[in-house]
């Protein structure tokens, strides 16, 4: 009974992830596939083979951001999108929406973005816990209020980092830690699973109090 067991568990570890990544990415496909839409029904593989191409859409969502991405690089492709964004701030409710996004954007994917300054250690959700956090920058009116003894810090929460808490908290009451951002962010979706490793790349062996 205790190798079934062995065995039942062994092939849970070993199909579990192939199964979430198999279906990640054949949700992913499939919502790049959309793009297909955009071209005229006669256009489209299945009118002319008579069958769909899974991933002909991805390839073709590929294209279009490296057309645009093209445009949007010299003189003339920089001038339309300003001309659009100006457009597009000029409308009450997507100007709020579209500024928003703009923003997280370009501190994620620009080459001289800095989303994340480092790890800390902060106290959470009570003073006898810590979490994760990475700080963030301070709004220049917070920063007038609070002054410069308080950091921002967003607190992500385990396995989705995508979501989690804003807070200010004093400089003093956090915990610097040498890792890089990306690390941090294995420990909190892997839920402390993945573990730690030392200078030589192998992982270390921690031993609780």
Do not use: C
């Amino acid at each position: 009974m205790a190798a079934l067991k062995k065995y039942f568990l062994t092939g849970l570890l070993i199909l579990v992830p192939l199964g979430i990544t198999f279906w990640v990415i054949t949700a992913l496909v499939g919502a790049l596939d959309q793009s297909l839409l955009l071209l005229p029904e006669s256009w489209r593989p299945k009118a002319w083979l008579g069958f769909d191409i899974p991933g002909l859409g991805m390839l073709l969502t590929l294209l279009i951001i490296l057309i645009v991405g093209t445009i949007g690089t010299n003189l003339i492709g920089q001038r339309l999108v300003l001309l659009w964004e100006n457009f597009l701030h000029r409308i009450p409710v997507v100007k709020s929406i579209y500024g928003s996004v703009k923003q997280v954007s370009d501190t994620l994917l620009s080459d001289n973005g800095n989303a994340f300054r480092k790890v800390l250690l902060v106290h959470y959700p009570h003073p006898e816990a810590w979490s994760l956090a990475f700080e963030t920058k301070v709004p220049g009116e917070v920063s007038v209020e609070l002054g410069e003894e308080y950091v921002a810090v967003f607190i992500p929460t385990a396995p989705s980092p995508v979501n989690g808490f804003y807070f200010y908290v004093r400089r003093s009451e956090t915990v610097a830690l040498d890792i890089p951002v990306d690390l941090a962010l294995k420990y909190i979706v892997s839920m402390g699973v993945v573990a730690p490793t030392n200078k030589t790349g192998k992982a270390a062996n921690y031993v609780g109090d």
